[in-house]
């Protein structure tokens, strides 16, 4: 059996049973939806990085406990985590202590540029900061849905529900992101 | 050829929401009408550029995580 084609449910099963490198697997798999997702709602490196950790510790300990039993559907139930722990963050208002350097660079972020050929990253790197600073000029009801159906999985069902609005208003603002999405890129290309 | 797929319908089936048998009849719809796929092209146009803003955490976040679960794993030991 390839590894890529075992279930997120199986592999939960199985690192619950104390299978320690399915949880490896899971972490691998979904890694980067759930971190763009934090990222992009607190809108800062470094928290996003603490919020990350807390958020897979607060899974483990929830699988370990038992308290998981969405089958099939870990990425929506670990974005919903991820989504509390940064609700949370932004009512104790608590940063973290900057790390920067004397530019007031990102220090991580130089490190792993330099894994990479640094020409490439640093196109990558203006890439994912445009369409990053794209989506946070949104309106936030239209941010928010976005964020969640595009990044964290959710159905627009489940967004409804957790942000207590019906199903149209949900795809409703969700086509209205879009919308002013390109609208924005056309302006720019428009300007260029 | 009239359809009643909506602005909506074309957002549910690009997100793989949209349940039969409307999905087949929008399969049918998009194959015959230009401007329904062109909707349909510029939602999932916009789905790739929204994919270049998916970016990985450090890799030191993934090895706390994994220490974590380790550490915890002998705690139950």
Redo the contacts between chains.
């Keep these: 059996m390839q590894l890529n084609t075992i279930s997120d449910q199986k592999l939960v099963k199985q690192y619950v049973q ?1 299978n ?1 490198a399915c ?2 697997m899971l ?2 798999r979904h ?3 759930i ?2 997702t934090i ?2 709602i607190v809108k800062d490196r470094y928290i ?2 603490d919020l ?2 807390e958020t ?2 607060k899974i ?2 929830n699988l ?1 406990r038992k308290k998981y039993n969405e089958e099939g559907k870990f990425l929506p139930w670990a974005t919903r985590i991820a989504r509390n722990l940064a609700i949370d963050y932004f009512r104790k208002k608590q940063r973290m202590p900057m790390v920067t350097d004397s530019s007031g660079d990102d220090v ?1 972020r130089k ?2 540029i330099k894994t990479e050929n640094r020409e490439e990253a640093i196109i990558r790197k203006e ?2 900061d445009h ?2 600073d794209l ?1 946070n000029k949104l309106p936030d009801e239209q941010r928010q849905v ?1 964020i969640l ?3 964290g999985d959710l ?2 069902k489940e967004i409804a529900n957790l942000t207590d609005v019906s199903i ?1 208003t949900a ?2 603002r ?2 209205y992101a ?1 919308n002013n ?2 609208k924005m ?1 056309e302006q720019q290309t428009v300007k260029v | 050829m009239k359809t009643d797929i909506t602005q909506n319908d074309l957002l549910l089936y690009a997100y793989n929401e949209l349940e039969e048998p409307k999905r087949s009849q929008l399969e049918v719809a998009l194959s015959l009408d230009e401007g329904l796929m062109a909707n349909y092209q510029e939602i999932t146009g916009m789905q790739s550029i929204l994919n270049t803003a998916i970016e990985a955490p450090h890799n030191t976040s993934l090895q706390i995580i994994l220490e974590e679960s380790s550490s915890s794993a002998l705690e139950l030991i």
Excluded: P, W
Aim: aromatic share 16%; glycine share 4%; proline share 0%.
């Design positions: 104390g320690e949880l490896e972490v691998n890694k980067d939806r971190f763009t990222h992009l996003a990085e990350f950790q897979f510790i483990i300990s370990k991580f490190f792993s890439k994912e369409v990053r989506i976005l159906r595009h990044y159905s627009f149209n795809l409703g969700m086509r879009l999405m390109r890129i």
